[in-house]
């Protein structure tokens, strides 16, 4: 099992940046892949990002390409998305998730139901 803790969320105008991290506990970190999801106010929640646990492969939205990146560090223990450009519809609770699988194939199963574990959010807010 894993915990996982968000955290760099914040206040940034339309074209800033943030870097957002997501801190996983547990030794068996490296087994993992993990993504980044986003759920705006009134709406679902739906896929940013997504690392494999190789960290060979990685798998965007189309919102977010070649605006973000996710990186993985299993030093740290520890997954990124670097957010450049923002727009005021990034807005929105970020949540980091893991799945549990040893294939990087698995890193394109974008809905919420290919994640075991939740993070609790961080909150992006970009004004316009």
């Known amino acids: 099992q894993v915990q996982l803790v968000e955290s760099g969320g914040g206040l940034v105008q339309a074209g800033g940046s943030l870097r957002l991290s997501c801190a996983a506990s547990g030794r068996t970190f490296s087994r993992y892949g993990m993504g980044w999801f986003r759920q705006a106010p009134g709406k679902e929640r739906e896929f940013a990002a997504a690392?494999?646990?190789?960290?060979?492969?990685?798998y965007y939205a189309d919102s977010v390409k070649r605006r973000f990146t996710i990186s993985r560090d299993d030093s740290k223990n520890t997954i990124y998305l670097q957010m450049n450009s923002l727009k005021p519809e990034d807005t929105g609770l970020y949540y980091c998730?893991?799945?549990?699988?040893?294939?990087?194939?698995?890193?394109?199963?974008?809905?919420?139901?290919?994640?075991?574990?939740w993070g609790q959010g961080t909150q992006v807010t970009v004004s316009s």
């Open positions: 690392i494999s646990r190789s960290g060979g492969t990685t």
């Open positions: 998730a893991a799945y549990l699988s040893s294939s990087d194939s698995y890193v394109y199963c974008s809905g919420t139901g290919c994640y075991e574990y």
